[in-house]
């Protein structure tokens, strides 16, 4: 193994199922709520916005479950991903760890979203649907999803958050270039979003007005579905496919991670490279410490409580039993756009209670030093998000020099920072700041979710 | 191979020699002439600027040049990069042609570029340089640079045209993550910087001012050399890593290109595509057509004259022996920047007059047409410059659908269109035309030359 750089499979060798870790939970999690009732959803619950092979795959206990061919070819366009020894960034921290990364940049949208998006657009398309609606901040997501959809010809109709549309032209350009519809959020298109430019027609939206305006689109035309980017059970499970990746190509290598490392927005990325690994704790009692890595500005696993909270701003979404800061807290505008959110899964949340992973956070400035340093040693500029495990694997790999211990490190490089580089001018103008999050503030946001009556 | 997409080498079986296809042409290129005196160059003439290695590889007649161990190391970091089978672009044209692409976007800056970047910097390492002057236009060379030189911790001083470094904010931001000084051009750094900004201090600034400057301050230290992005024959051999790989994967593909296809700046993508595969015409009498692809308002290769010119708008730089439209011709502002070029390197210009090239141009409209149809087929948004290439593509393609001939094409993407975002926009936006060079625009232009007493 000496020297090599790349571990790569072929696409004969790609895994051809993915890994439902809720089959092997000691606890499996509580039950979804309906927001109107309290009452334990069912499947019917979510017709109609799913198709109903999601909802299944949902609720599901088998631990595995086939990749479908159609999924499988689209995959192959930059799958299976790269995984790389960061030879050059150990150098430089002068470490006896072995750091490795998944590079997930290598998809067309430049991250890992498509992992669920491709399958989310299969599976809507196998039922006939020809529209389906979103919802995105920065961009990521939609990007993904637009990408995903024009493999079926299904039509995506994006409500990208105002304020975003107008900063972050170039996410709205790669959509378009995909063939998605994208209008900014308020919109006049729904009813939500009519209502509240009638109120306030400068208003800059947010990401719980954009899902409301996605949802009510989709629950009121029978042809029409919604798709979510992170959170939900089946979407963590399509990420699986970056993990069981990574365990064949740590059999090339001959190596195996003491420490999995990835951040954490609503557990997409994290799941991916975790869990995977964590079935070799649960099942065959490995000891790899699994680390969901947040911004300390948005701290739900390190400083929030678990509780029932809504997965949206507004209240309109299913009660999810979760870690997080109240669907009303309002993180600050860190560049991390896809960490900006006040809950987590519910099976990463189960996990998190069982102590079965771990919680860390980074700051932001300490987040982007990692970020250069990175891109200064292996070559590759890291999305602001990616930066925060980066920054985890430094102080991890700092930790190996100070004990002289040779640990196994590996990490999820979501996705590249091409899109994101205005944040990396800013960060050189001296722009950028850290936020510091009060037990004040979580504690009075808190407050208001406990009056939720369920 | 049935439904095989990607074709892919591993690290140990990455090409280890460079392609000099100088050795095997029956007619040598005439030698660059100095553009005080009008006599042939010698290598003492170049020390000022090159590091000796490079000027040795410049006038070499080995057929292969070793890669040396510390550039293969780098080039691990995104290579072999994959040769992809166009299923979907093939099925949308419903041709009987089998059409490979070779994906030089895999590079964190994102084009071949750094192909030639990094063994330039190896080189000028090797003898104890501690910086490199350069210029750079829309920015993909001055990134390249910026990414290649930090591995060998060279300091980059980019001179980027004023106009392009206020209108693509993300490229300087790229080239400042990986820790180059970018200055605007004209800059108060270099005589010619100021002499022109004390008589403009608007001036926007163009890529032979860029040069100039570039070169000055490189002439007059000692411990800085300069170094270019394309032409050269240094330069064209370093990007031949593209198609020496390429004929590995189609021997794993068990297929041989008919037509090859690479879009033309000055030579070096379509160079390192082609040049391998012209060696089979040459010395195995193989018939593969290699065509470079120029954009219709910048027809050098279509429409110029075979002549003594400058590689420099300016008239600093030897006199190379090309096709060109004169180095006064100003190619109409096209995104496709890295196509803005007014001559071709004298070893694609000597096969081109030998007719053992072609080439063929492609207007703007069309060519983003065509890389739209390839995004939304196979996923990944194509560089402007890139989307020559598959313009014509798709045409050869149509014409084996209406003949009934199933050839095989391979064609260079060169570069993803991330950081070109804009220019999309714009094409949706209606906001773009075509231009329309004229007869008499190119007469002018040459007329001038001929003025040059040499």
Redesign the interface.
Known sequence: MK????F?L??KEMPTQWYNIHADMPNKTLPPLHPGTGLPLGPQDLVGLFPMELIKQEVSMEPFIDIPEEVL??Y???RPSPL?RAR?LEKLLNTPAKIYYKNES?S?P?SHKPNTAVPQAYYNYKEGIKRITTETGAGQWGSALA?AA??FGIEVKVFMVKVSYNQK??RK??M????ADVTPSPSPYTETGRKILAEDPDCPGNLGIAISEAVEMAAKDPGTKYSLGSVLNHVLMHQTIIGEEALKQFEKAQDYPDIVIGCFGGGSNFAGISFPFLRGNLRNGNKTRCIAVEPTSCPKLTRGKFMYDFGDSVGLTPLIPMFTLGHDFMPPKIHAGGLRYHGAGAIVSQLLKDKIIEAASVNQLESFDAG?KF??T????PAPESTHAIAQVIKEAEKCRIEGTEKTILFNLSGHG??D??A??QY?GGLLHDYETTDEEIRESLQKLEKIAV
């Open positions: 020297n090599t750089r790349k790569e072929t696409e070819e689209i192959k366009i930059w790389i050059n290598v067309p430049g990408f024009q493999f032209p170039y350009s790669m378009n270039v995909w063939g250069i891109a200064r292996e070559g590759i500029i091409l899109i580089l205005g990396y001018d050189f």
